[in-house]
């Protein structure tokens, strides 16, 4: 069975930062794009950035262009979300996706597996 699991959740004060991991387990993501997204209760899932299978390709939302940077390392199998400068209205449960892109390196938030998530809380 494949799984992404996510991991580096937590509480942070406003302004703080973590980096989260999204980790492949029974498969290679040499040739998955990969999302990162974030559910908040009581509202929508939300895309929030994703990287092509090279890494050549990233794309943020408005809401968190400046402070998140993602990245990945195909030699670990992993990909990460660096989080810096935390609001509290990030607070959410965030979630890993992988779009399997074989021809096409790029990303677009599409979603073949899903991880089960990472809760962030960002309060002082």
């Known amino acids: 069975q494949l799984q992404l699991v996510e991991s580096g959740g937590g509480l942070v004060q406003p302004g703080g930062s973590l980096r989260l991991s999204c980790a492949a387990s029974r498969f290679t993501l040499d040739y998955y794009a990969i999302g990162w997204f974030r559910q908040a209760p009581g509202k929508e899932r939300e895309g929030v950035s994703c990287?092509?299978?090279?890494?050549?390709?990233?794309n943020y939302a408005d809401s968190v262009k400046g402070r998140f940077t993602i990245s990945r390392d195909n030699a670990k199998n992993t990909v990460y979300l660096q989080m810096n400068g935390l609001k509290p209205e990030d607070t959410a449960v965030y979630y890993c996706a992988a779009k399997l892109r074989i021809v096409q390196d790029m990303c677009d938030y599409g979603s073949d597996y899903w991880g089960k998530g990472t809760l962030v809380t960002v309060s002082s």
């Open positions: 990287i092509s299978r090279s890494g050549g390709s990233t």
